[in-house]
């Protein structure tokens, strides 16, 4: 809405299109959005932190919060 698009369906079934696709993630292109990386960030937030601290005020919001800064 914010560009003035109309909504398209497709859109949200982005992975039944037949167009021809050369890209390393072919195979991702044709599954649905999965879960199954949700949260793997965590496992490398020991070394995510001093970033988040270096970019202080740059620092994305949610980013912020999740390191209590």
């Known amino acids: 809405s914010y560009l003035g698009l109309e909504w ?3 859109c949200s079934k982005f992975y039944e299109t037949e167009k021809y696709v050369r890209t390393a ?3 991702q ?3 649905p ?3 199954t990386s949700i949260n793997k960030w965590e496992r490398y ?3 995510i932190k ?3 601290e ?3 005020k740059y620092a994305p919001d ?3 919060s999740q390191f209590g800064l």
Do not use: C, N
């Open 45 to 47: 937030k020991d070394h």
């Open 33 to 35: 959005i999965y879960k």
């Open 54 to 56: 270096a970019l202080g």
């Open 50 to 52: 001093p970033l988040v």
């Open 25 to 27: 993630s072919v195979t």
């Open 29 to 31: 292109v044709r599954q």
């Open 8 to 10: 398209e369906d497709q």
């Open 62 to 64: 949610d980013a912020k």
